[in-house]
């Protein structure tokens, strides 16, 4: 049973099943040992493009009217889905704007309560130091004043709605692209096939760092 639609499946598809099954048998049995076994070969080849040109016109309308199809049904699905995704743009933004909001009076709310049990800490230290001087042990005093005050680490927790959650995430702007290392640039593939095309081996004095290489392409007419 096929997998397509019963209107979009050309009536010859059977048929070039059919072929297309002989065929691969047939190119399995191809073996060239002399000009005439070659001769063979080029003429199964030349069977071989009739019959993807076959295949190919037979699917040219379904697939012509398979893409209109698909052109018409994704215009009008973006045209919907621009409501809500302009709508959660705006409100990812102001969530996004109002989480930064919100980390920075925390981390300022947790320095400043970190701040103020350092001083109480330093405050209780000296008061200690002070007693212990007081009372005739000035070298335990000073090694107590010696001794570093840690500022406790505060957290504020942050409660959300349910069903939403929010991450950092880090991002780059390029603001010169000389100064990039090497390591991250990536060689113009495009620009370099095109001076290969051009030039053959004589391309590696060209660009440099690289191997031309020559592969045999096979054409039937």
């Known amino acids: 049973m096929s997998l397509l639609p019963e209107i979009l499946e050309p009536a010859e598809v059977p048929a070039l099943r059919a072929q297309g099954t002989e065929l691969v048998e047939r190119a399995k049995a191809v073996k060239i040992a002399d000009p005439d076994s070659y001769e063979t ?4 080849l030349r069977r071989v493009v009739n019959l993807k040109r076959a295949i190919q016109s037979a699917f040219e309308r379904p697939k012509k009217l398979a893409f209109e199809a698909h052109r018409a049904i994704t215009k009008l699905e973006g ?13 990812k933004r102001e ?3 109002w989480e930064d909001v919100e980390r920075r009076r925390r981390e300022q709310e947790q320095a400043r309560i970190s701040e103020d049990l350092r001083r109480r800490e330093e405050d209780e230290r000296l008061e200690q130091a002070e007693a212990l001087s007081d009372a005739g042990h000035q070298e335990a005093a000073e090694a107590l ?6 500022a406790p680490l505060v957290e504020i927790r942050h409660e959300k709605p349910a069903g939403i959650s929010t991450r950092g995430k880090w991002t780059f702007r390029i603001l010169d692209e000389k100064a990039i290392a ?7 593939e495009k620009k370099i096939r095109q001076v290969v095309t051009a030039l053959g081996p004589d391309a590696v004095e060209v660009v440099g760092g690289i191997e031309v290489l020559r592969d045999t392409i096979v054409a039937v007419r």
């Open 95 to 97: 969530i996004g704007r």
């Open 41 to 44: 070969a080029v003429g199964e």
């Open 145 to 150: 004043l010696d001794q570093p005050i840690v």
């Open 182 to 188: 090497r390591a991250y640039l990536m060689p113009d």
């Open 79 to 91: 045209e919907l889905l621009a409501f809500p995704v302009g709508a959660e743009s705006v409100i």
